[in-house]
């Protein structure tokens, strides 16, 4: 059973910064894509930026020029680099992966922005 642990979240001003990971407890090679989410209060989930395998990236419009998605495939590890944050980056950020047999999603870390 693949499992994805997210970390990195917490309380930050507006205009600071935030590295998330989200690591695997598998090769990350098997997966076809990574992908972060977030889902804000009383908002649906939507998809923040996605890493293919062959390392094609895909990022928001919303998020653009500010969030980086990375992946280290030695640590099996995803990251998201969140730089010049706003209050309304205030989420929940989960991870996911996809493979032949399923996706798989972590249990979220909770990003907080203050004005």
């Known amino acids: 059973q693949v499992q994805l642990v997210e970390s990195g979240g917490g309380l930050v001003q507006a205009g600071g910064s935030l590295r998330l990971s989200c690591a695997a407890s598998g090769s990350i090679f098997s997966f076809n894509v990574m992908s972060w989410y977030r889902q804000a209060p009383g908002k649906q989930r939507e998809r923040v930026a996605t890493i293919a395998a062959g390392g094609r990236i895909n990022v928001a419009d919303s998020v653009k020029g500010r969030f980086t998605i990375s992946r280290d495939t030695a640590k099996n590890t995803m990251y998201l680099q969140m730089n010049s944050l706003k209050p309304e980056d205030t989420a929940v950020y989960y991870c996911?992966?996809?493979?032949?047999?399923?996706?798989?999603w972590g249990q979220g870390t909770q990003v907080t922005v203050s004005s």
């Open positions: 996911r992966a996809v493979d032949g047999l399923g996706n798989y």
